[in-house]
């Protein structure tokens, strides 16, 4: 049972990016997703949630306006779209699967977690 993100990399302030989330071993169609970030010095933040059928979804203050969570159960993948870019979104983006959506907001009801992918925004 696996989760591989992909998608990070280097961008300038006001770009675009598209976080992957791919999963393996079991489906996760069932299963409430979410993006955390670990940004430099800082601790673990939710940044976007989604139930699994996509028709709840949670933002960060932070972000809202410029990410969008989505998902396609049919191939087992979440994405995160991240626009217009700041600086302070450079962080370590990892995505996480869920037991209950009830409790989408507590890193501990995520199951499964994938190794990050690093998002670097220059300014």
């Known amino acids: 049972v696996q989760l591989q993100a992909s998608g990070g990399g280097l961008v300038q302030a006001g770009g675009s990016l598209r976080l992957s989330c791919a999963a393996s071993?079991?489906?996760?169609?069932?299963?409430?997703m979410g993006w955390f970030r670990r940004a430099p010095g800082k601790e673990r933040e939710l940044v976007a949630a989604?139930?699994?059928?996509?028709?709840?979804?949670y933002y960060a203050d932070s972000v809202k306006g410029r990410f969008t969570i989505s998902r396609d159960n049919a191939k087992n993948t979440a994405y995160l779209q991240m626009n217009s870019l700041k600086s302070e979104d450079t962080a370590i983006y990892y995505c996480?699967?869920?037991?209950?959506?009830?409790?989408?907001?507590?890193?501990?009801?995520?199951?499964?977690w994938g190794q990050g992918t690093l998002v670097t925004v220059s300014s």
């Open positions: 996480a699967a869920g037991r209950r959506w009830s409790s989408y907001d507590k890193e501990d009801s995520y199951d499964t």
């Open positions: 071993g079991r489906t996760f169609s069932f299963s409430p």
């Open positions: 989604t139930t699994w059928s996509g028709g709840s979804t």
